[in-house]
């Protein structure tokens, strides 16, 4: 199983709380009728609830972890 750099979440409304405050701070979406809704979304796998982590997410909720998931995630 491959290693990915993640933020990981007690629950998927946390999880859902962070994407929000991406979200918000990232101006997603930038209109109403705008095909972009969101920066991220949330992944559920070997018993993880996370969000793969990048530059923009680790902005908002700091360095994230390894964790180890079967492809593909």
Same mark, same amino acid.
């Given at each position: 199983?491959?290693?990915?750099?993640?933020?990981?979440?007690?629950? $998927?409304?946390?999880?859902?709380?962070?994407i929000d405050t991406i979200n918000?701070?990232?101006?997603?979406? $930038?209109?109403?009728?705008? $095909?972009?809704?969101?920066?991220?979304?949330?992944?559920?796998?070997?018993?993880?609830?996370? =969000?793969?982590?990048?530059? $923009?997410?680790?902005?908002?909720?700091?360095?994230? =972890?390894? =964790?180890?998931?079967?492809?593909?995630?």
């Open positions: 199983m491959p290693f990915i750099k993640a933020h990981t979440f007690a629950s $998927v409304q946390d999880a859902q709380a962070a918000a701070g990232e101006g997603f979406p $930038v209109s109403e009728d705008a $095909v972009t809704r969101t920066y991220t979304t949330y992944q559920q796998k070997d018993g993880y609830i996370y =969000i793969q982590a990048d530059e $923009v997410t680790e902005s908002y909720l700091g360095q994230g =972890i390894l =964790i180890e998931v079967t492809l593909p995630f």
